[in-house]
């Protein structure tokens, strides 16, 4: 067993339901096994097991690993694509980056370049949207298993409008998912998982996505992932080829579900996000990357009217960073641009939102926050002595206060541990 000391911040009760941080400023977690067995105030929990080794996380705060429900493995090497709207910057940059994944060894290197850049940023779980071919999802699989994460994958599948190289048929979509998805759905201990991953409705027919639904019934358990309504130009030639609402699309097979988890959703409909909300799925909210691609300001207020799930997704490479930190401050700056439409939030709904939020989109109930009985995985930010953060939070008025400073100022950098299963991955 083990005994970690520090700070511990953690919101078991979403602020959005009325619940409140929850902190130990000289706080005790006694882990055995990966299994948080204790939990309180330090001196208290060494007095009830004072011969275990104590790990010291102080200096800082230790809170609950990141959950990223939204980003792209091809697309670490072209982060940074500015001026282009969605469907521009799929052409120009994204794509050809994928079609190199064709090459495993070349897929190899990025799984490497991709998994690390999670780690080094805190993130503990990962909904990943894979590559097109499946050797290059074998080998995203293969390093998160060498190195630990939690991450659900799958996939990327086509037939229509994509280059050709990345196109292929429903039947061969249906064959490679459900063999990748046999292999890898519950691999290392649970860790693995499989998402079966059209690219989004604008690139498939009826017939691939029937093909995806195909394939999630065929191996239960298995996760749904895709995009919806992030740029006006993609909804409006969705609807135009569906005739239907790009939610409905993916509902007339059966695509949606409590394991369904959407990206961005920016411009919805009422009836689709009451169509959300009765399936179950959950929004993956990409601020960084709407900005970015100019593709508009996320409704949060009325996902929260209309009872629709969401979380913090960082969308790379749309989006600009590995870090939910960043994308979570990014989150509050576009409420605060929505005047009357607002939804005020607080540093601990962020926290909420880039952890157990994540944890419950992802159907994660083993993680999330750091409650006995749950996993211990976690992140312990340290500043760097004498940095900005490090002057803001040591003179912040209390925890609340320095976890918002976090919030403001920290990123990958002030990352100084990360714990998975209770096995120190970073640090």
Same mark, same amino acid.
């Given at each position: 067993?083990?005994?970690?000391?520090?700070?511990?911040?953690?919101?078991?009760?979403?602020?959005?339901?009325?619940?409140?941080?929850?902190?130990?400023?000289?706080?005790?977690?006694?882990?055995?096994?990966?299994?948080?067995?204790?939990?309180?105030?330090?001196?208290?929990?060494?007095?009830?097991?004072?011969?275990?080794?104590?790990?010291?996380?102080?200096?800082?705060?230790?809170?609950?690993?990141?959950?990223?429900?939204?980003?792209?493995?091809?697309?670490?090497?072209?982060?940074?694509?500015?001026?282009?709207?969605?469907?521009?910057?799929?052409?120009?940059?994204?794509?050809?980056?994928?079609?190199?994944?064709?090459?495993?060894?070349?897929?190899?290197?990025?799984?490497?370049?991709?998994?690390?850049?999670?780690?080094?940023?805190?993130?503990?779980?990962?909904?990943?949207?894979?590559?097109?071919?499946?050797?290059?999802?074998?080998?995203?699989?293969?390093?998160?298993?060498?190195?630990?994460?939690?991450?659900?994958?799958?996939?990327?599948?086509?037939?229509?409008?994509?280059?050709?190289?990345?196109?292929?048929?429903?039947?061969?979509?249906?064959?490679?998912?459900?063999?990748?998805?046999?292999?890898?759905? $519950?691999?290392?201990?649970?860790?693995?998982?499989?998402?079966?991953?059209?690219?989004?409705?604008?690139?498939?027919?009826?017939?691939?996505?029937?093909?995806?639904?195909?394939?999630?019934?065929?191996?239960?358990?298995?996760?749904?992932?895709?995009?919806?309504?992030?740029?006006?130009?993609?909804?409006?030639?969705?609807?135009?080829?569906?005739?239907?609402?790009?939610?409905?699309?993916?509902?007339?097979?059966?695509?949606?579900?409590?394991?369904?988890?959407?990206?961005?959703?920016?411009?919805?409909?009422?009836?689709?996000?009451?169509?959300?909300?009765?399936?179950?799925?959950?929004?993956?909210?990409?601020?960084?990357?709407?900005?970015?691609?100019?593709? /508009?300001?996320?409704?949060?207020?009325?996902?929260?009217?209309?009872?629709?799930?969401?979380?913090?997704?960082?969308?790379? /490479?749309?989006?600009?960073?590995?870090?939910?930190?960043?994308?979570?401050?990014?989150?509050?700056?576009?409420?605060?641009?929505?005047?009357?439409?607002?939804?005020?939030?607080?540093?601990?709904?962020?926290?909420?939102?880039?952890?157990?939020?994540?944890?419950?989109?992802?159907?994660?109930?083993?993680?999330?926050?750091?409650?006995?009985?749950?996993?211990?995985?976690?992140?312990?930010?340290?500043?760097?002595?004498?940095?900005?953060?490090?002057?803001?939070?040591?003179?912040?008025?209390?925890?609340?206060?320095?976890?918002?400073?976090?919030?403001?100022?920290?990123?990958?950098?002030?990352?100084? /541990?990360?714990?998975?299963? $209770?096995?120190?991955?970073?640090?």
């Amino acid at each position: 067993m083990t005994l970690y000391r520090g700070t511990v911040v953690d919101t078991p009760v979403s602020p959005f339901d009325g619940g409140e941080l929850r902190v130990e400023e000289d706080g005790g977690v006694l882990v055995r096994d990966g299994a948080i067995l204790a939990r309180g105030s330090f001196a208290a929990v060494r007095d009830a097991h004072p011969d275990e080794p104590v790990d010291n996380l102080r200096g800082g705060i230790v809170v609950p690993g990141f959950v990223d429900t939204h980003v792209h493995y091809p697309q670490v090497r072209i982060i940074g694509g500015l001026g282009m709207p969605l469907l521009e910057w799929l052409d120009r940059r994204a794509l050809p980056e994928e079609a190199r994944l064709a090459d495993d060894d070349y897929a190899a290197g990025v799984a490497t370049d991709f998994v690390g850049a999670l780690t080094r940023a805190g993130t503990t779980s990962a909904l990943v949207f894979g590559s097109h071919f499946p050797g290059a999802v074998d080998r995203l699989f293969e390093e998160s298993a060498r190195v630990g994460l939690r991450v659900t994958a799958g996939l990327v599948v086509s037939d229509r409008v994509l280059r050709p190289d990345l196109l292929v048929s429903p039947e061969t979509a249906y064959a490679e998912s459900v063999r990748l998805a046999q292999r890898w759905h $519950g691999a290392a201990g649970g860790r693995l998982r499989y998402a079966v991953t059209p690219r989004f409705s604008l690139s498939c027919t009826d017939a691939m996505l029937q093909a995806c639904g195909s394939a999630v019934t065929a191996v239960p358990g298995v996760f749904f992932t895709s995009h919806v309504n992030e740029n006006a130009a993609e909804i409006a030639a969705v609807e135009a080829d569906f005739g239907a609402s790009y939610g409905e699309s993916y509902d007339r097979h059966g695509l949606l579900a409590r394991r369904s988890v959407l990206a961005h959703n920016v411009h919805p409909t009422d009836a689709e996000l009451d169509l959300l909300a009765a399936r179950g799925t959950a929004i993956s909210h990409c601020p960084t990357s709407n900005s970015a691609l100019g593709s /508009g300001l996320f409704p949060m207020r009325r996902h929260l009217e209309r009872g629709v799930r969401f979380a913090l997704g960082t969308d790379v /490479g749309g989006g600009m960073t590995f870090s939910l930190l960043r994308e979570a401050l990014q989150a509050y700056l576009v409420q605060q641009c929505l005047g009357e439409q607002r939804t005020p939030l607080s540093a601990a709904h962020l926290l909420h939102l880039a952890t157990a939020a994540g944890a419950d989109a992802l159907d994660l109930p083993e993680v999330g926050d750091l409650s006995v009985g749950k996993r211990f995985d976690a992140v312990w930010l340290r500043p760097r002595d004498g940095s900005t953060l490090d002057v803001a939070a040591s003179n912040a008025g209390d925890v609340e206060d320095a976890l918002g400073t976090y919030f403001a100022l920290a990123g990958s950098a002030d990352v100084a /541990g990360v714990f998975v299963d $209770g096995q120190r991955v970073v640090g």
